[in-house]
């Protein structure tokens, strides 16, 4: 198994600037996450998504959109980036509610100038 | 409101002595607990959990977790540490109840630095 994939490791976008983080997991797990990690700041759950066709808002939501179409994928979508999300984001995901243990992928590095 | 503190942002640990990394939680109900380890550049990896039986968890590479009911701590232990564990620990705890069940609730993290 791969686990939890994430394309692309680093990208440097400027200020307006759209683009989708992709994520992927081969684990058949239920629950999906997107977090962002900021030094000193732990983790901040952005989106998640407990099955297909269903997502719901985090902590820090917005500037950000989700999508679900299959169990496999959940892409994160930034529109009009700003200084602000610089960041790098992380996608985890998890069996149940029962097995919340969640798996992360290696990470987006995202810088906005 | 459900919570997990790290009381300390850094533990500093001579290589071969037992280390000890804290963490505090508040939630109502039974919790779900997690430690995570995360290297430089890369993701969090799953270190062990609780959930419910001993309250002595021995998870990954060495490492253990002790759960405390009356305290509401879940630490992490090792009991001799190894330089190649320096690295940013994060412990969490499982939401309960509510539209986001099942999600998982971060502290900040503690870094640990293991000196030869």
């Known amino acids: 198994n791969a686990g939890v994939t994430q394309t692309p490791k680093f990208r440097i976008l400027k200020i307006g600037q759209s683009m989708t983080l992709q994520c992927a997991q081969d684990m058949n797990h239920n629950y999906m996450y997107w977090y962002r990690q900021d030094p000193g700041m732990g983790l901040k759950l952005i989106y998640y998504s407990v099955g297909a066709g269903i997502t719901d808002k985090g902590e820090v939501p917005n500037g950000y959109n989700v999508s679900r179409s299959t169990t496999e994928d959940f892409p994160l979508r930034l529109e009009l980036a700003a200084p602000s999300q610089t960041s790098v984001y992380f996608c985890?995901?998890?069996?149940?509610?029962?097995?919340?243990?969640?798996?992360f992928g290696p990470g987006t590095r995202l810088t906005v100038t | 409101a459900q919570s997990v503190a790290q009381p300390e942002d850094q533990v500093n640990v001579a290589e071969g002595n037992p280390l000890t990394v804290k963490c505090t939680y508040s939630v109502s109900g039974n919790p779900y607990l997690f430690w995570y380890v995360q290297y430089p550049n890369r993701g969090l990896q799953f270190l062990l959990k609780?959930?419910?039986?001993?309250?002595l968890v021995k998870g990954s590479y060495g490492f253990e977790a002790e759960f405390n009911k009356s305290q509401t701590s879940f630490h992490l232990k090792k009991p001799s540490a190894l330089v190649s564990d320096s690295a940013l620990y994060f412990c969490a705890v499982r939401v309960i109840g509510g539209g986001s069940q099942g999600n998982l609730i971060f502290g900040k993290g503690t870094k640990l630095s293991v000196k030869p």
């Open positions: 985890a995901s998890s069996y149940s509610v029962g097995r919340p243990e969640q798996y």
């Open positions: 609780y959930i419910t039986g001993d309250n």
